[in-house]
């Protein structure tokens, strides 16, 4: 079945940038959302189609994509960006919905 | 503003069933694709299952395929999710999530299941 990889654990101090990788074979053919979650809290999507940010979203957060993998950039991190961030998508035919396996962000 | 709240959550033990509600608004629920998805304590998020807007097509994940069942009733701005056949491995959050090119752009708060003995 199709994977998306991303790595467990990024860390960064307070205004640096971190930068957030999820690859999968099936990207270059279908968007990837990522999603925030806090503990105890429900997900929220933070970047949407790729590099679309909902609004209410800071524009610290942005997303690009590049062949098989997409990346989650977060210029400027702050202590409230501490959380999971999940990577999602779904196989080339559309029916089949994965995540990665998430990657905790850890604010030094 | 978008709201899904998920409901009928609870303990049941290993084998047993439980049905799932997700009581959408704040949009036109019958236009849009709608999704399950769920967390195991301590875990990641697991895509469960999605439905087409008009109910015509079900997509499920390996895990719970031939177990569980999509639905919706458009007439009630409601998904649902039977559960049968239940195991332990089951127990998690279940949230309802709304479509956005078969991603998602809105999360309800979640329900607990528990399968236990």
């Known amino acids: 079945s199709y994977e998306l990889t991303q790595p467990p654990s990024v860390s960064v101090s307070p205004g640096q940038t971190a930068r957030i990788t999820c690859s999968g074979d099936?990207?270059?053919?279908?968007?990837a959302y990522w999603h925030q979650q806090k503990p105890g809290q429900a997900p929220v999507v933070v970047i949407y189609k790729d590099s679309e940010r909902p609004s209410g979203i800071p524009e610290r957060f942005s997303g690009s994509s590049s062949g098989t993998t997409v990346t989650l950039t977060i210029s400027g991190v702050q202590a409230e960006d501490e959380a999971d961030y999940y990577c999602q998508s779904s196989d080339s035919s559309g029916s089949y919905v994965v995540f990665g396996g998430g990657t905790k962000l850890t604010v030094l | 503003q978008v709201q899904l709240v998920e409901s009928g959550g609870g303990v049941v033990q290993p084998g047993g069933s439980l049905r799932l509600s997700c009581a959408a608004s704040g949009f036109r629920f019958s236009s849009y694709v709608m999704h399950w998805v769920r967390q195991a304590p301590g875990k990641g998020l697991e895509w469960v299952a999605f439905i087409r807007y008009d109910g015509s097509k079900t997509y499920y994940g390996d895990s719970v395929k031939g177990r569980f069942t999509i639905s919706r009733d458009n007439s009630k701005n409601t998904l649902y999710l039977q559960m049968n056949s239940l195991r332990v491995e089951d127990t998690a959050v279940y949230y309802c999530?709304?479509?956005?090119?078969?991603?998602?752009?809105?999360w309800g708060q979640g329900t607990l299941v528990t399968v236990s003995s």
């Open positions: 999530a709304k479509d956005l090119d078969t991603g998602f752009d809105y």
């Open positions: 099936a990207l270059p053919k279908q968007y």
